[in-house]
T-cell receptor, first 115, second 113 residues
């Protein structure tokens, strides 16, 4: 059974700092890994999707890496801004017993960027 | 292109009642998945529908059910509500095969009193 862990649960940094969020998973048989952002009381916004055959994806100030062999992914945020404050979730897409796919989520890292 | 929409956005129900939540996927998407989010358990998979068929169900009691219509819109029903059913219910849509990105709606906040 896939388990996804995100450490730390909360992180507070000053504006402008570069930071790394961590995600680890127990089963390397994944189709892909997605990073999401969730603002308080809102739905999830997809940030980056890394296919299982890829090592990293970049979008603007965000860079996500994937190392299936070690069961780890990182989300790097460059030059953080107060608007980056949110909860960041990672999720692995796995096959279910029914043959379809589902996302297994970590519990998230709550990021606060202080002006 | 319009995103995933969920209605209603907020609901307050009392124990023992039932509730129906609705999700309209992105045009062209045939898969709709439902997730429950609570502070203690995080995001947990409820079930997934593809072309009107339930392909998989998570570890939730039979009080939680759903269906999908021919236009890919999906409804989720919870009967005999319990206090512990209070949560944010999120639906996600995708093209329905592995490796396609999933897009989430804003969620329905259900409060059971």
């Amino acid at each position: 059974k896939q388990e996804v862990t995100q450490i730390p649960a909360a992180l507070s940094v000053p504006e402008g700092e570069n930071l790394v969020l961590n995600c680890s998973f127990t089963d390397s048989a994944i189709y892909n890994l997605q990073w999401f952002r969730q603002d308080p009381g809102k739905g999830l916004t997809s940030l980056l999707l890394i296919q299982s055959s890829q090592r990293e994806q970049t979008s603007g100030r965000l860079n996500a890496s994937l190392d299936k062999s070690s069961g780890r992914s990182t989300l790097y945020i460059a030059a953080s801004q107060p608007g980056d404050s949110a909860t960041y979730l990672c999720a692995t897409e796995v096959t279910t017993r029914g043959g379809s796919e589902k996302l297994v989520f970590g519990k998230g890292t709550k990021l606060t960027v202080n002006p | 292109k319009a995103g995933v929409t969920q209605t209603p956005r907020y609901l307050i129900k009392t124990r023992g009642q039932q509730v129906t939540l609705s999700c309209s996927p992105i045009s062209g998407h045939r898969s709709v998945s439902w997730y429950q989010q609570t502070p203690g358990q995080g995001l947990q998979f409820l079930f997934e529908y593809f072309s009107e068929t339930q392909r998989n169900k998570g570890n939730f009691p039979g009080r939680f059910s759903g269906r999908q219509f021919s236009n890919s819109r999906s409804e989720m029903n919870v009967s005999t509500l319990e206090l512990g059913d209070s949560a944010l219910y999120l639906c996600a849509s995708s093209f329905g095969t592995a490796s396609y990105e999933q897009y989430f709606g804003p969620g329905t906040r259900l409060t059971v009193t």
